[in-house]
């Protein structure tokens, strides 16, 4: 086998059957990696493309219509028989082609296992010696101050393709569909008149302050005549957040935290007018969407993480710090370029923004 660090671009002469990607991360990480998939039929149409992503994140990629299957691996507890069998089943697969995006040893280790003739993977801090045998071509890691849409095709133009119109696409079946305008027309609600306000994240330290959460709530609903559905997951962290926002709030939102899968959050956010959240997979699922999304934006770098595509606002503080990549100040898992982030500072941002005005 070639082992080597691919110094330039490789001309797309070869024609692959059966290609799998690895994207071994959280929701909104495998969402911004599907343009991959569009990119790799496009150049090889015939190509059937497989995703494998952990447990939980499937529903971003399920139902996308070029998508061949996804394989979900476990995150943990899995039995020694269950993980013997899904591993026996991703070596007969028999895949000419692996791309592990994820950049972890448990990536590298599906990537080795498939037997794939050719398997690319990025060349993370060197990565340890032995990954360098689960892989027949080590890349360069792409630019810091890049866009992780971008960042991912970086490994598709590898294989020599240029993606033309590299978008964000989210799908879900027609009965997703139904279960959502059920749910905005027991509230009166219709197309694009309400806004989506999704107040939680994967993490703690990427939150906002339920004060100014509220604030939002009510510049929408008493100065743009906007009713607001709040959304969020049931995880402790979010539900605890939710309820403080509620307390804080002097008019009351639409309540559906907890009761949407991530296909249904999707087709929600696709209806709303505009989406408002933090840096999180909601925030990408609006972008995926179309739907205009005012994000905030603390210790992560928007230039990596901003929603993807034209039309959306970003928020911020102004501060030599950010972005920092840390998991709030000090060690505190809270980050005061969030925490003093003041509902004015981002109400300000808003009042003129002409997605919020749209009719």
């Known amino acids: 086998m070639d082992f080597f660090y691919a110094k330039r671009k490789t001309k797309n002469e070869k024609r692959y059957q059966n290609i799998l990607v690895i994207k071994l991360k959280q929701p909104g990480d495998v969402l911004v990696s599907a343009p991959v998939l569009p990119a790799l039929k496009e150049a090889w149409p015939r190509a059937q493309v497989s995703y494998l992503v952990p447990k939980g994140t499937e529903e971003m990629i399920a139902d996308h219509p070029l998508l061949e299957r996804v394989y979900v691996a476990e995150r943990r507890g899995a039995s020694l028989s269950r993980t013997l069998a899904f591993l026996r089943e991703l070596r007969r697969a028999k895949f000419d082609l692996v791309l592990e995006l994820s950049g972890g040893d448990r990536g590298a280790f599906y990537a080795l296992l498939t037997g794939a003739k050719e398997r690319l993977g990025f060349a993370y801090g060197g990565r340890a010696f032995w990954n360098r045998f689960c892989f027949t071509r080590l890349l360069p890691v792409p630019p810091l101050r890049l866009h992780l849409v971008e960042h991912n095709l970086e490994m598709v133009r590898a294989l020599g393709i240029n993606p033309r119109n590299p978008g964000l696409q ?190």
């Open 170 to 359: 989210f799908f879900w079946k027609p009965e997703v569909d139904t279960r959502v305008q059920e749910l905005l027309s027991a509230h009166s609600l219709g197309p694009k008149n309400f806004a989506v306000l999704h107040p939680g994240a994967g993490w703690r330290f990427k939150c906002w302050t339920p004060e100014g959460y509220a604030r939002v709530i009510e510049f929408l609903k008493e100065k743009k005549k906007l009713p607001v559905v709040l959304t969020g997951s049931q995880a402790a962290h979010e539900q605890e957040l939710v309820a403080a926002v509620l307390k804080e709030c002097r008019v009351r939102p639409i309540n559906l935290v907890g009761r949407l899968t991530l296909k249904e959050l999707g087709a929600l956010i696709d209806k709303a007018r505009l989406f408002f959240g933090a840096d999180s997979a909601p925030m990408h699922l609006a972008a995926a969407v179309g739907t205009p999304a005012v994000a905030l934006f603390g210790p992560s770098g928007d230039f990596n993480w901003g929603p993807w595509g034209e039309g959306h606002l970003v928020v911020k503080k102004d501060w030599d710090c950010l972005p920092c990549g840390k998991d709030g100040c000090e060690g505190s898992k809270k980050s005061r370029c969030l925490i003093e982030l003041s509902a004015a500072e981002v109400l300000e941002k808003m009042e003129n923004w002409e997605a919020v005005d749209k009719r």
